[in-house]
């Protein structure tokens, strides 16, 4: 949870970059008037800290593993046909606590290279916003398709950056989620195949039989458990997801 809140200063840095930049104040008669953090108005830090956390969720979702992660496991529970086991409070845990393994390298480059140097005054807003977006786009740049991404920075007429650092947010983000989503939807496609075919075999037998009133998934999910436990499911589910990263 600690390398969480990483994000919550960065992001909170970057919008102050962009209010003292556009030489504007925030709020009516509330001026920054400086770069440095102990300069900053606690009431203000306090009125952007509340705002970056209302958008922290979407942040997390957009910006981070945890679309992909959860999509899959969300699929696994599907095909599984277990209604609501596990309950999604258990896969949104395993889900976060992932993330947060997937993502930690990324956390702690952006701490080490721009939240530290920032609070200990070495670096300025602005310097530490783009110290600190760098490490997430590259993680992002490296799990996007081109053609997701091209088609957001062709619909806003976008010049071609040279590097990563130099790609917007703005397109970046739902490149990237769309991306993301892609990848899950593929793996939860592999995933129902074998337990597909399992429904299908115990329908074909019911039918035979003569037995059409017996709801076929009652039969079948017995043995989609088993055979679930025989390969060790959950242990090549995630194995997959992190080699995926």
Do not use: C
């Amino acid at each position: 949870m600690r390398k969480l809140t990483i994000l919550v200063p960065l992001l909170l840095v970057g919008f102050l970059s962009i209010a003292y930049s556009a030489e504007a104040s925030l709020l009516p008669g509330i001026d920054i008037g400086s770069s440095d953090p102990d300069k900053v108005s606690n009431t203000l830090r306090i009125i952007l800290l509340i705002t970056v956390l209302s958008i922290a969720p979407a942040i997390l979702i957009l910006m981070t593993s945890f679309t992909r992660i959860i999509v899959v496991l969300g699929f696994v529970r599907n095909a599984l046909g277990t209604q609501q086991m596990p309950p999604n409070q258990v896969l949104i845990g395993i889900s976060l606590f992932m993330t947060f393994f997937i993502m930690g390298p990324t956390f702690t480059e952006m701490n080490k290279g721009a939240l530290q140097p920032f609070l200990a005054g070495e670096m300025t807003q602005q310097e530490a916003y783009d110290a600190g977006s760098t490490p997430l786009k590259e993680f992002m740049a490296k799990h996007t398709r081109e053609k997701d991404l091209v088609l957001f920075m062709n619909y806003a007429k976008m010049e071609k950056p040279k590097e990563v650092k130099d790609i917007p947010l703005t397109a970046l983000v739902p490149a990237f989620a769309i991306s993301e989503l892609k990848s899950a939807f593929q793996m939860g496609f592999i995933i129902f195949i074998p337990f597909l075919v399992i429904d299908m075999i115990v329908s074909s037998i019911l039918m035979s039989m003569g037995m059409m009133m017996l709801p076929p998934v009652m039969i079948s999910l017995p043995f989609k458990i088993l055979l679930f436990i025989l390969v060790d499911g959950w242990h090549l589910i995630f194995q997959s997801l992190l080699m995926s990263f």
